[in-house]
């Protein structure tokens, strides 16, 4: 199904403060980002809710080749994931986001790098 570029538009904003919460860390940098329920694998350690999901989530990274899909509520994204001082390093980056009718939550994530 094709994205609107406003749909676009507002889930690349999401994983852009995503990505600024990593920056700042602490659960508060999660607020309005990631569901309550939200699962999956960040690096290592699985994630089972948005406390487990803070408590990992530091560092400084961007996204990179960001492709979006969405079918209704439901947006499945894809990129590369590019750690910041860690040269000839990378990753991969997958998601799913809910939308709530005012913001696109994280409900499914997957962070891995690459050796």
Request: hydrophobic share 45%; net charge negative; charged share 15%.
């Amino acid at each position: 199904m094709t994205v609107s570029s406003q749909t676009c538009r507002q889930i690349a904003a999401a994983l852009g403060c995503l990505v600024e919460a990593a920056r700042c860390g602490g659960p508060a940098a999660l607020t309005g980002l990631a569901a309550p329920e939200i699962a999956g694998f960040w690096f290592d350690r699985p994630v089972h809710g948005s406390a487990e999901f803070a408590e990992g989530l530091a560092g400084t990274f961007a996204l990179a080749d960001l492709e979006i899909s969405c079918e209704g509520t439901i947006a499945w994204v894809t990129a590369r994931l590019v750690p910041d001082g860690a040269s000839g390093t990378e990753g991969r980056f997958t998601a799913v986001l809910r939308g709530t009718g005012h913001d696109w939550l994280l409900a499914q994530v997957h962070g891995s790098l690459s050796v």
